[in-house]
């Protein structure tokens, strides 16, 4: 008997707010695979009857590679098994949440992708950054800065991307960059646009560096910028004000 797939985001942080959708499939888990991301209040309340398996990236060092991941999930669901990918954010959005499906249909197991507020939006919002606004940005985009190392060439075109109006909001670019910033500048983008990074947003240990694009790289490695932070590029950034609602430390 097969069991089901569930592809789950669990937000950005915290259970109020995560979908009543996915805690209710987590209390139903049989075994849970989980990422850090979710943070401590969310793992911390994961069921007891159910099988949890940390597989979680950290940095360089992957506690499983990606096909791991997937071999387990089909594994447990072959077994009959309700079997959860919890990931923080959304699962669809640079979450890998979309190989995994392509996978579970390739071995004819169900899925149920359940969305989660994804951070790209909800980070910079709760230290009262908009990504969108009338009169800053009607665009927002939004791109990973670590694509896949096995990529002959970038998917991404800098120059395309340093000439879009809007805002720009890059999920998991801290390792990167000095390059990011490099490749916008080059491409035309002004070297004063204003940057805000949000490590470890909505936790308590949350912390906003803000600079321009010519500087920002320079300060994250003074007050030593770490991952996971959300690099929000734009006009928009402007109307940050420290002491914002969930905004615990700024640098600048």
Request: glycine letters at 12%; hydrophobic letters at 40%; proline letters at 5%.
């Amino acid at each position: 008997m097969t069991g089901k797939v569930y592809l789950v985001g669990s937000g950005p942080g915290g259970l109020g707010l995560m979908a009543m959708r996915a805690q209710e499939v987590l209390e139903a888990a049989d075994v849970i695979l989980f990422d850090q991301l979710p943070g401590e209040e969310v793992l911390s309340s994961l069921p007891t009857t159910a099988e949890k398996i940390d597989v979680g990236k950290y940095g360089s060092r992957h506690t499983l590679e990606q096909n791991e991941i997937e071999d387990l999930m089909v594994k447990y669901a072959k077994e009959g098994k309700r079997v959860v990918r919890l990931k923080g954010g959304d699962s669809f959005l640079f979450g890998r949440g979309g190989e995994e499906m392509e996978t579970m249909r390739e071995h004819g197991i169900p899925v149920e992708v359940v969305p989660g507020i994804t951070s790209a939006i909800a980070v910079p919002e709760c230290v009262g950054i908009p990504v969108t606004h009338r009169k800053w940005a009607s665009q927002v985009t939004m791109l990973t800065g670590h694509e896949d190392p096995t990529k002959e060439e970038s998917a991404l075109n800098w120059r395309w991307l340093a000439k879009s109006p809007g805002t720009l909001v890059i999920l998991m670019g801290v390792k990167n960059l000095p390059q990011i910033t490099a490749a916008l500048m080059d491409g035309g983008m002004d070297a004063a646009k204003p940057v805000a990074i949000i490590e470890r947003g909505m936790r308590v240990d949350q912390r906003v560096t803000l600079g321009t694009l010519t500087d920002i790289a320079e300060k994250a490695t003074a007050v030593g910028v770490r991952p996971p932070a959300i690099i929000v590029i734009g006009e928009v950034v402007t109307l940050y004000r420290d002491g914002s609602e969930g905004a615990m430390h700024i640098t600048e």
